[in-house]
């Protein structure tokens, strides 16, 4: 059974690493780094101060980082610790609970000291200030550039945790005026996270609840840029099964920013359109859309762009234009847009999304009806999705282990990439 180890793995990640990168840092060649990572080795007595100094750890944490060793599994479970429940009850079965030390996962998004202690507490202060509010807001901002780099699955609990913190201090402690704004803002800025970051975790039965809550509050507080956040990601939410509904979202997103949108937001919208006239068949909507949004799109970046549009880079609009194409029923286009892709320079802190490119890849080619390069894709990228907290590009590499297992060749690539996830998957 393949070992890896995770922690280990997420903080190199977190901090902008490369194998290659922190390597030359170390003075070590790559595969140093990864008989580290797969646990095969420890790092030596010499390097491991400077290891510490690169990942911003003690030596201490360095030795947590290094003892946890777990099984490499499509989908490595959070940390055992401090129980705390995030499931909800939508009418069935509630959704799994998740158990996570709060304190040693806001240590590894690099908030440690008074910082971590304030959010991690679970005493109740009489009253708070705006200084508690904003350290809870900042946050967001951590956990937007961790999940770009390593996905969502243990990110979720974190943020539902001080989301759970942020709430009761709302509704038990005194504070006034100001602070209760810049709380409904946090909150619905935090929602408005935790809905995307239960999509990546694929624990979808709680998305639209926070997603909807962050709308609520924005509208409390009269802050259009939180409802628009939520209503761009119910669009992403609702395009698979309900792309009807996921076109509503997004043209109630146009709405509320009209008159002041950005043009990379502007971009944004008119994409999430795309993806849901694309589910539609509706070609000639579709490319009406679509080329509003290249337009909108080739007017560059601009100084009130929100924070969460980082990602909406000329990579990701390639990759949600050869997305929309996939759905459209039209893989060739796909396929060649994604090549196109995967063939460019890697962006760092955008490893989770360029994994999924290779994934889509995978998929588009498959879909084009050859099966033995669409394993050799799949095959390649499968350590990385291993190593990936993103159970959403997880099951699409499932997708993919699926399509091939129902084609009649067997080549040896066809047969190498299913005996390896599906070993991989059984843990």
Same mark, same amino acid.
């Given at each position: 059974?393949?070992?890896?180890?995770?922690?280990?793995?997420?903080?190199?990640?977190?901090?902008?690493?490369?194998?290659?990168?922190?390597?030359?840092?170390?003075?070590?060649?790559?595969?140093?780094?990864?008989?580290?990572?797969?646990?095969?080795?420890?790092?030596?007595?010499?390097?491991?101060?400077?290891?510490?100094?690169?990942?911003?750890?003690?030596?201490?944490?360095?030795?947590?980082?290094?003892?946890?060793?777990?099984?490499?599994?499509?989908?490595?479970?959070?940390?055992?610790?401090?129980?705390?429940?995030?499931?909800?009850?939508?009418?069935?079965?509630?959704?799994?609970?998740?158990?996570?030390?709060?304190?040693?996962?806001?240590?590894?998004?690099?908030?440690? /000291?008074?910082?971590?202690?304030?959010?991690?507490?679970?005493?109740?202060?009489?009253?708070?200030?705006?200084?508690?509010?904003?350290?809870?807001?900042?946050?967001?901002?951590?956990?937007?550039?961790?999940?770009?780099?390593?996905?969502?699955?243990?990110?979720?609990?974190?943020?539902? /945790?001080?989301?759970?913190?942020?709430?009761?201090?709302?509704?038990?402690?005194?504070?006034?005026?100001?602070?209760?704004?810049?709380?409904?803002?946090?909150?619905?800025?935090?929602?408005?996270?935790?809905?995307?970051?239960?999509?990546?975790?694929?624990?979808?039965?709680?998305?639209?609840?926070?997603?909807?809550?962050?709308?609520?509050?924005?509208?409390?507080?009269?802050?259009?840029?939180?409802?628009?956040?939520?209503?761009?990601?119910?669009?992403?939410?609702?395009?698979?099964?309900?792309?009807?509904?996921?076109?509503?979202?997004?043209?109630?997103?146009?709405?509320?920013?009209?008159?002041?949108?950005?043009?990379?937001?502007?971009?944004?919208?008119?994409?999430?359109?795309?993806?849901?006239?694309?589910?539609?068949?509706?070609?000639?909507?579709? /490319?009406?859309?679509?080329?509003?949004?290249?337009?909108?799109?080739?007017? /560059?970046?601009?100084?009130?762009?929100?924070?969460?549009?980082?990602?909406?880079?000329?990579?990701?609009?390639?990759?949600?234009?050869?997305?929309?194409?996939?759905?459209?029923?039209?893989?060739?286009?796909?396929?060649?847009?994604?090549?196109?892709?995967?063939?460019?320079?890697?962006?760092?802190?955008?490893?989770?999304?360029?994994?999924?490119?290779?994934?889509?890849?995978?998929?588009?080619?498959?879909?084009?009806?050859?099966?033995?390069?669409?394993?050799?894709?799949?095959?390649?990228?499968?350590?990385?999705?291993?190593?990936?907290?993103?159970?959403?590009?997880?099951?699409?590499?499932?997708?993919?282990?699926?399509?091939?297992?129902?084609?009649?060749?067997?080549?040896?690539?066809?047969?190498?990439?299913?005996?390896?996830?599906?070993?991989?998957?059984?843990?």
């Amino acid at each position: 059974m393949a070992l890896k180890r995770i922690r280990f793995v997420q903080r190199r990640k977190a901090l902008g690493f490369t194998q290659e990168s922190l390597a030359e840092t170390l003075g070590v060649d790559r595969t140093t780094i990864v008989r580290w990572e797969r646990g095969d080795s420890q790092p030596l007595p010499w390097v491991r101060k400077p290891l510490a100094a690169a990942l911003d750890v003690s030596l201490a944490e360095l030795d947590e980082l290094i003892s946890e060793i777990v099984p490499a599994t499509l989908d490595n479970a959070p940390p055992a610790g401090v129980t705390v429940a995030t499931g909800v009850d939508e009418g069935g079965d509630p959704t799994d609970r998740r158990t996570f030390t709060i304190s040693a996962a806001l240590t590894a998004l690099g908030i440690v /000291g008074p910082a971590r202690d304030a959010l991690a507490a679970t005493e109740i202060p009489r009253s708070i200030g705006l200084e508690q509010v904003r350290l809870a807001a900042s946050l967001v901002e951590r956990l937007r550039t961790a999940d770009a780099v390593f996905g969502a699955n243990q990110l979720c609990d974190v943020a539902i /945790g001080v989301h759970q913190r942020l709430s009761t201090l709302a509704s038990q402690s005194s504070y006034g005026r100001e602070v209760a704004e810049a709380l409904q803002t946090a909150l619905a800025d935090l929602a408005n996270q935790i809905g995307w970051l239960t999509i990546d975790a694929e624990r979808r039965a709680e998305s639209r609840r926070y997603l909807h809550e962050a709308i609520s509050r924005a509208r409390v507080v009269d802050d259009p840029r939180q409802e628009v956040r939520a209503f761009a990601c119910l669009a992403l939410f609702t395009r698979e099964k309900a792309p009807k509904e996921s076109l509503q979202c997004a043209e109630a997103a146009q709405r509320v920013s009209a008159g002041w949108a950005t043009p990379r937001l502007r971009a944004l919208l008119h994409l999430r359109a795309v993806q849901a006239y694309a589910r539609q068949r509706d070609e000639v909507a579709f /490319g009406r859309e679509l080329s509003k949004a290249l337009t909108q799109f080739d007017r /560059g970046i601009h100084d009130d762009d929100l924070p969460f549009l980082g990602f909406v880079t000329e990579r990701e609009l390639g990759c949600l234009q050869a997305s929309s194409y996939l759905a459209l029923g039209r893989p060739d286009r796909a396929t060649s847009i994604f090549q196109d892709i995967v063939s460019a320079p890697s962006t760092p802190g955008h490893e989770r999304n360029e994994i999924y490119d290779r994934v889509l890849l995978a998929e588009a080619t498959w879909r084009q009806g050859n099966a033995v390069e669409a394993a050799e894709i799949a095959h390649a990228a499968l350590p990385d999705v291993v190593g990936l907290q993103s159970r959403r590009i997880a099951a699409r590499l499932g997708q993919v282990r699926t399509g091939l297992g129902r084609e009649r060749t067997r080549s040896p690539k066809v047969r190498a990439f299913l005996q390896e996830y599906d070993q991989v998957a059984a843990g």
